[in-house]
Nanobody
Framework: QVQLAESGGGSVQAGGSLRLSCAAS?????????????AAWFRQAPGKEREGVAS???????SYADSVKDRFTVSRDNAKNSLYLQMNNLKPEDTAIYYC????????????????????WGQGTQVTVSS
């Protein structure tokens, strides 16, 4: 496992952009470099279940929820042990707490937006989009 810490949340108007960052740090249980980890962004709006937004695995392959395709971009910088989510053309329905998550091994494509595949989680960062 790794410790994760999100940053970059805030309040924007519809149509605006935000860039979320997630810093990963090793702990005593970490056995692999961050470059080997599968990572993802999830979000949870009030009264709704947590949903997968975007993921990126060790070979750079990405997956996106249909609701954010062509608006959000997930990326990683393994040299900085960091994960990013660039969010453009934000909509009020994007309002949620955003979490980064990671798993030490490869996650199959059909499972990459499933929260059960990830065992390290950050505390979340609030994103609020006003109309």
């Amino acid at each position: 496992q790794v410790q994760l810490a999100e940053s970059g949340g805030g309040s924007v108007q519809a149509g605006g952009s935000l860039r979320l960052s997630c810093a990963a740090s090793a702990n005593s249980a970490s056995r692999y470099p961050f470059s080997k980890y599968s990572a993802a962004w999830f979000r949870q709006a009030p009264g709704k279940e947590r949903e997968g937004v975007a993921s990126i695995v060790s070979d750079g392959s990405t997956s996106y929820a249909d609701s954010v395709k062509d608006r959000f971009t997930v990326s990683r910088d393994n040299a900085k042990n960091s994960l990013y989510l660039q969010m453009n053309n934000l909509k009020p329905e994007d309002t949620a707490i955003y979490y980064c998550a990671a798993h030490w091994a490869y996650v199959w494509p059909t499972r990459r937006l499933n929260s059960h595949e990830y065992d390290s989680w950050g505390q979340g960062t609030q994103v609020t989009v006003s109309s």
